[in-house]
């Protein structure tokens, strides 16, 4: 092999990794990370909201808390709806039914996993039916580590998250 070839081969890696981090912060959204976000000790990650024709959306994602004390989802908002609701399905008598939660709860060390039949967030008032591939923005409001915002990608519907 011809030693003068591995610093151009050396090169081109340092500038392919180079491209490929630029990428990844100015990314689509503008530096707004896409589906996955990080505020204090929380971390959210595979952030979707469900593509719908008509004015109501669900969106599902998973928190996970590395620092030491508990901290909890407080409110969620987006321009794509009118509110965003904290929910749970909760067992009443032989049904199951949503209710209106204040808040999430996201132990030390732990995670919990907003998805169907569980935890979720209503969009209600969707302001134009959300399609698979788009994006819309939302923030997440936490008592603990603050405010983040993210770009959630729209997905169609398979039957769980």
Do not use: W
Not at 31 to 58: E, I, K, L, M
Not at 69 to 98: I, P
Not at 135 to 158: C, D, H, N, W
């Amino acid at each position: 092999m011809d030693r003068r070839m591995i610093p151009a081969r050396r090169a081109s890696a340092v500038g392919a990794m180079l491209v490929a981090a630029v990428l990844t912060v100015v990314g689509c959204g503008g530096g707004t990370p896409v589906g996955n976000a990080r505020v204090g000790d929380v971390r959210v990650t595979n952030a979707t909201a469900r593509a719908t024709a008509d004015d109501v959306s669900v969106l599902y994602l998973t928190i996970g808390n590395a620092g030491k004390e508990t901290d909890a989802l407080l409110s969620v908002s987006t321009d794509a709806a009118k509110s965003a609701q904290l929910m749970a399905m909760v067992m009443e008598g032989m049904s199951m039914k949503m209710q209106d939660v204040a808040r999430v709860e996201v132990p030390a060390g732990g995670e919990v996993v907003l998805k169907p039949g569980g935890y979720h967030v209503m969009l209600m008032g969707v302001a134009r039916p959300l399609k698979a591939g788009q994006r819309i923005g939302v923030t997440l409001k936490f008592e603990r580590a603050g405010t983040v915002r993210l770009q959630v990608p729209v997905t169609s519907y398979s039957g769980g998250q």
